[in-house]
């Protein structure tokens, strides 16, 4: 007989690892399995951005990761030798009220992933390691009952709802005939390696410009860690060469350094840069997540970064439907919602890499919203400066830090200079005479930080809630 959850997470990175902790600590039975053995060992995605930092804020990892990186060093461009040129990666802006975190924050992909997993952990979630998803059956479209799950080894699984997480060359989004739309970005293979190097300092973020006789090479020095990320770009057709011999060759070829000034190589990588979007982030009880429903190049740092947020906007839903009677159309919206932001990403990570966009305003991430979703309701005349759909800025409201009120799986209603209406109980309210980055009215906030009503007064707010089950629930835990 086959097994039974809930949420059956496929792929343990970190759009697997964020659904497992949200689904967790909402109460949801849910299981993240992974066909490896153990954890992704790259640093690849190493840019956390700050609208990701406040969701880390809020699943309760952001001290781990904090204390586990570091900003950005200053690049160092060498030319025959000898630093000629500081080079600042990306546009400056200082922490406000609002927006307590303004520019990226570094720390290796593989130790962020062993943040999260040590956080779902924590929760009482698990991962099974070692488990291949081979092929998947549903029962029907979104009138089905569940989806049983086929492994290279061990029983089937039967899950309600699966969600595929399982990277670019997802099994699961093949399994389902889902296509994916894209373009080459750049027809150059890269390198990404991790590796230990001698002979360079760790203040710089260390920049070697292509010549006549080779191509562009960066050396990053990996907060946290004593190894250095090399990436580097390679001639159209170029075979690239991950041995610890042929990144000796490549390193001393494109720097002052020495081959045996490399003295380990970690981890290593090559690949073709790509942007490419999933046609469908649903089928029936199905959803893509992460790269299985979206592909960018890594310059600008917004894979990571878009695969996080796709996770913490299911995981409420899901949580929703599962634990608080809310109608399951509700699941309809994550790819409404999730689907538009990631064609936008894609084209933000193509224009970084092209040289078209600066690492600036547009790759933080804390602009982006869904004032067209269909969950979206506002209701003023005249909004102010925050409208539904907007993502809820940090605030004092009263003497009361709003990010603090907003941490956990609740709905929250802030009240600025309006009395605020008698709510469930899974609706944690706060409120403010007066409050200049929200103005005048009632903004109630999703609980992925995210306005989803908002108006000058309670009329249509219970109407909205009860879209969501919420009235029928208890509170549950942080």
Known sequence: MALHTDVLVVGAGPSGLALGIDLARRGVDALVVEK?????????????QPRTMEVFDDLGVLDAIQAAGSTYPVGMIWQDGRRVAEHSMFDPAEASEDSPY?????????RTQEILLARLEELGGRVAFGREVTGLAQDGEQDGEGVTVRFASGPELRARYVVAADGGRS???????????????????MLVADVRITGLDRDNWHIFPPSPEAGFMAVCPLAGTEDFQVVAQFAEGAEVDLSLDGIRELVAARSHLAPEDVTEVRWASDFRPRAALADRFRSGRVFLAGDAAHVHSPAGGQGLNTSVQDAYNLGWKLGAVL????????LDTYEE??????AEMLGVSTGVHRGEIRRGAATRQLGLGYRQSSLTEETRTAPGPVRAGDR???????GVRLFDVLRGPHWTLVAVGVEAPALPERVRVVRARAQESYGRGLFLVRPDGYVGWGGDQAAGLTDYLSRFGTAQNASLGT
Do not use: N
Request: proline share 11%; hydrophobic share 40%.
């Open 36 to 48: 490896a053995s153990g954890l992704f060992p790259g640093s690849r995605g190493k840019g956390i």
């Open 102 to 110: 303004t520019e990226p924050w570094m720390v290796p992909q593989w």
């Open 171 to 189: 099994t699961v989004r093949r399994a389902l005939g889902i296509g994916m739309t894209g373009e080459t970005v750049d027809p150059h293979p």
């Open 323 to 330: 634990r608080e009677g809310a109608d399951p159309a509700l």
């Open 337 to 342: 919602e999730r689907r538009a932001v990631a």
């Open 392 to 398: 809820a800025p940090d605030a004092l409201l009263d």
